[in-house]
């Protein structure tokens, strides 16, 4: 395998990075190693999920929990973090009010992985939802000069709401790793890329793909587009390290390559690719993924601005037949008799019981 490339694209990248960095101003002084493990530590705590049933799921279990595993799930899509607040740059204030709505309603995060491997671990009677971050601005992961975290970027206050009991740190970040403006490099603080990758991945989160450069992968060229599919995912996993794997991406713009199939797997030189899960630009609420309508590459979301998830909400509560509910148990799939038509049928190949009731 040709590592050499990828680390030479990998210290280019970086060595340019530095360079904007210093060049913008951006430099700050990076913790210590030791430091950023002790961090790494204390920034982990979250509660835990309700352990899966012991026994086994039943129908009357299902029922009295009102469990619907064939119900579709938001994945909400966000952009900047900052202020004042415009179509794609939504407030901390407000965000922190988003994570309050979605607890207070009844609903969980988790990584679009696992929505993607239908590896749902929510607790009994929750909806998990996915929280997704596009293009990797400064706003989403900042660090202050201390080396603390911005209380009011993204992770911050996902982090503080996690501690206070009221989420947990499960969300998507699509990062970029050659753009202009270089504040969207890896979140902009060039010291400290490497450190945020692999603090993200330690708590829980997951780092997805959004090509290298913002990729319009419509019109690009096949060859273009299979070489930053490939060279994103192989850069991301080189920098967390650990055996981690890229397994989603965010298609830049919306805009489709005219072969799909490239998102899914491909070859370019010695680095050979594949990914799970592509996620639209707009689209309403996601199929589950145990229905034959779930389609893995073209996941929509739901774009959070102005009183969009307000609205998202009290849609899933004017027809909670359409809202997937959680039977609590990950090794079952459980739903009612009769679902809407829109919701599709359980996949045949599910490896898994189903529970009806
Ligand atoms: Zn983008």
Same mark, same amino acid.
């Given at each position: 395998?040709r590592t050499d490339?990828?680390?030479?694209?990998f210290?280019g990248?970086?060595?340019?990075?530095?360079?904007?960095?210093?060049?913008?101003g951006l430099?700050?002084?990076?913790?210590?190693?030791?430091?950023t493990a002790?961090?790494?530590?204390a920034?982990?705590a979250?509660?835990a999920?309700?352990?899966?049933?012991?026994q086994?799921?039943?129908?009357?279990k299902?029922q009295a929990?009102?469990a619907?595993?064939?119900g579709?799930?938001?994945?909400?899509?966000?952009?900047k973090?900052?202020?004042?607040?415009?179509?794609?740059?939504?407030t901390?204030?407000?965000?922190?009010?988003d994570?309050?709505?979605?607890w207070?309603?009844g609903?969980?995060?988790?990584?679009?992985?696992?929505?993607?491997?239908?590896?749902?671990e929510v607790p009994a009677?929750?909806?998990p939802?996915?929280?997704?971050?596009?293009?990797?601005?400064?706003?989403?992961?900042?660090?202050l000069e201390?080396?603390?975290?911005?209380?009011d970027?993204?992770?911050g206050?996902m982090?503080?709401?996690?501690?206070?009991?009221?989420?947990?740190s499960?969300?998507?970040f699509?990062?970029?790793?050659?753009v202009?403006?270089?504040?969207?490099?890896?979140f902009?603080?060039?010291?400290?890329q490497?450190?945020k990758?692999?603090?993200l991945v330690?708590?829980?989160?997951?780092v997805?793909s959004?090509?290298v450069?913002?990729?319009?992968?419509k019109e690009?060229?096949q060859?273009?587009?299979v070489?930053?599919?490939a =060279?994103?995912?192989a850069?991301i996993?080189k920098?967390?390290?650990?055996?981690?794997?890229v397994?989603?991406?965010?298609?830049p713009?919306?805009?489709?390559?005219k072969?799909?199939?490239?998102l899914a797997?491909?070859?370019?030189?010695?680095?050979?690719?594949?990914y799970?899960?592509?996620?639209? =630009?707009?689209?309403?609420?996601?199929s589950?993924?145990?229905s034959?309508?779930?389609?893995?590459?073209?996941?929509?979301?739901?774009v959070?601005?102005?009183?969009?998830?307000?609205a998202?909400?009290?849609?899933f509560?004017?027809?909670p037949?359409?809202?997937?509910?959680?039977?609590?148990?990950?090794?079952?799939?459980?739903?009612?008799e009769? =679902?809407?038509?829109?919701l599709g049928?359980?996949?045949?190949?599910?490896?898994?019981?189903?529970?009806?009731?």
């Amino acid at each position: 395998m040709r590592t050499d490339k990828i680390i030479r694209f990998f210290v280019g990248a970086f060595v340019v990075g530095s360079l904007l960095g210093l060049m913008g101003g951006l430099l700050f002084g990076g913790p210590s190693t030791a430091n950023t493990a002790a961090r790494g530590d204390a920034e982990s705590a979250e509660p835990a999920p309700e352990p899966a049933a012991a026994q086994p799921m039943t129908p009357e279990k299902a029922q009295a929990i009102g469990a619907n595993e064939l119900g579709t799930i938001m994945v909400l899509e966000y952009h900047k973090i900052g202020s004042p607040s415009t179509e794609w740059t939504r407030t901390p204030e407000d965000f922190r009010a988003d994570l309050a709505l979605l607890w207070d309603e009844g609903y969980y995060p988790i990584n679009l992985r696992d929505l993607a491997t239908g590896n749902i671990e929510v607790p009994a009677g929750k909806t998990p939802v996915v929280l997704t971050f596009d293009d990797s601005s400064p706003g989403q992961y900042r660090l202050l000069e201390d080396g603390t975290i911005d209380p009011d970027c993204a992770v911050g206050v996902m982090q503080a709401a996690t501690r206070a009991g009221r989420w947990a740190s499960r969300a998507t970040f699509f990062v970029l790793l050659d753009v202009r403006p270089a504040d969207h490099l890896l979140f902009g603080q060039p010291d400290s890329q490497s450190e945020k990758l692999r603090n993200l991945v330690s708590w829980g989160y997951e780092v997805g793909s959004h090509t290298v450069t913002h990729l319009n992968l419509k019109e690009a060229s096949q060859e273009e587009s299979v070489k930053q599919l490939a =060279v994103s995912k192989a850069t991301i996993e080189k920098i967390v390290g650990s055996g981690y794997s890229v397994d989603t991406m965010s298609v830049p713009f919306g805009a489709y390559p005219k072969d799909d199939s490239i998102l899914a797997a491909g070859t370019h030189e010695d680095l050979s690719y594949r990914y799970l899960a592509a996620v639209e =630009v707009t689209g309403g609420s996601s199929s589950s993924p145990y229905s034959t309508e779930f389609a893995p590459l073209h996941i929509p979301r739901i774009v959070v601005d102005g009183g969009s998830l307000r609205a998202a909400v009290q849609r899933f509560k004017d027809n909670p037949k359409l809202r997937y509910v959680s039977d609590g148990d990950p090794s079952a799939v459980s739903f009612p008799e009769g =679902v809407p038509d829109e919701l599709g049928a359980a996949l045949a190949d599910l490896g898994r019981p189903i529970i009806t009731y």
